[in-house]
């Protein structure tokens, strides 16, 4: 069945503008979902696999490259014909094993034909693309490591059985969790680059329309997708503009000074705040038309590019996004 349409999604907006904004501009670093079961967060996610525009890619490349350069000599390619293909969007399972993830020797070529070759992995496949994590806080710890590797690198670096196998490695981290079921290690958290928190409707209203949409989606498929496809047609576009858009933003001196103090109030670690902060508040101008971030800009995008990397306050009972809030409202008055 065709994936549920991103437009449909009722409410919540913080993580539909978050997916939105790494569509536009990939640096900034992906999206960490934090919230209750059954908040639609994996539905988003699958959802924004069909709302993206489609890549050009090499026909038959593993890491899905748009020039045969690009693409690895061990893929074996020797003629570049370029297809269309969606935006790649991989699920990465918990237990995953390691050679799943890497990649690893071929064994049946190894045991038939006698040749050394590779088989490659959710790395190569999620290249130019999403890499979706379920329950990410609940993932093993090897893992992890090798995610931050290659989230460092960009590249995929494997060597086992006399093979030495490299290939590029790029893509957005989406990963969801229930906070109630596990933390996040600090150094996979520092990597995304948004966060967000979701919640169950406390209305009435709002869960009706859930369910509304929930059930016309799989009682009355054609004509609800119908209806909705015109508006993920028309968010598509805006997505394609503000790509095109996004390197004639303008950045202030004002809005760098800006960036910088909320971090400093904040007493963010590292300049890695300010950067996502920066990037996330150009991309969201860009989706708006604007030519130049302002303070709207970074009082938006605050909230999500900041609330995971504040220390913990034993004396502070509110929540790291009322913390975000309250010093937003001292510093950007």
Not at 16 to 29: E, F, N, Q, V, W
Not at 151 to 159: C, D, K, L, P, T
Not at 287 to 314: S, W
Request: glycine residues 8%; aromatic residues 4%; hydrophobic residues 45%.
């Amino acid at each position: 069945m065709t994936p549920f349409p991103f437009s449909a999604i009722v409410g919540q907006d913080e993580m539909k503008t978050a997916m939105i904004l790494t569509a536009i501009d990939p640096r900034i670093g992906g999206v960490l979902v934090f919230g209750d079961r059954g908040t639609g967060k994996s539905t988003a996610v699958r959802a924004l696999a069909a709302l993206l525009p489609p890549i050009d890619m090499v026909a038959g490349c593993p890491c899905n490259s748009a020039t045969l350069a690009d693409c690895p000599d061990w893929a074996g390619i020797s003629q570049a014909e370029i297809v269309t293909r969606p935006t790649p969007v991989v699920d990465m399972p918990l237990g995953v094993s390691e050679d799943r993830v890497t990649g690893a020797l071929d064994i049946e070529r190894a045991l038939t034909r006698g040749e050394k070759a590779f088989q490659a992995g959710l790395l190569a496949r999620a290249n130019r693309g999403y890499l979706y994590i379920d329950e990410v806080n609940l993932l093993e710890d090897h893992i992890v490591d090798l995610l931050l590797d290659v989230a460092q690198s960009g590249e995929n670096v494997v060597e086992r059985e006399g093979l030495s196998i490299r290939h590029p490695a790029r893509f957005v981290l989406v990963g969801s969790g229930n906070p109630e079921e596990g933390e996040l290690r600090p150094q996979l958290l520092d990597r995304f680059g948004l966060s967000v928190e979701v919640c169950s409707p406390r209305d009435i209203d709002t869960r009706v329309e859930v369910m509304r949409r929930r059930d016309a989606y799989e009682n009355d498929h054609a004509a609800f997708m119908a209806h909705w496809q015109e508006q993920d047609a028309g968010l598509r576009a805006q997505i394609l503009a503000a790509r095109a858009a996004l390197g004639g933003v303008q950045v202030s001196n004002v809005a760098l000074h800006d960036c910088a103090s909320v971090c400093l109030a904040l007493g963010s670690d590292g300049l890695r705040g300010e950067l996502t902060l920066l990037a996330a508040a150009r991309a969201i101008a860009a989706f708006a038309g604007a030519g130049a971030v302002t303070r709207d800009h970074i009082r938006a995008t605050a909230p999500m590019a900041l609330r995971h990397r504040l220390r913990r306050d034993p004396l502070d009972e509110a929540g790291t996004g009322a913390r975000v809030a309250r010093q937003l409202s001292e510093v950007l008055p």
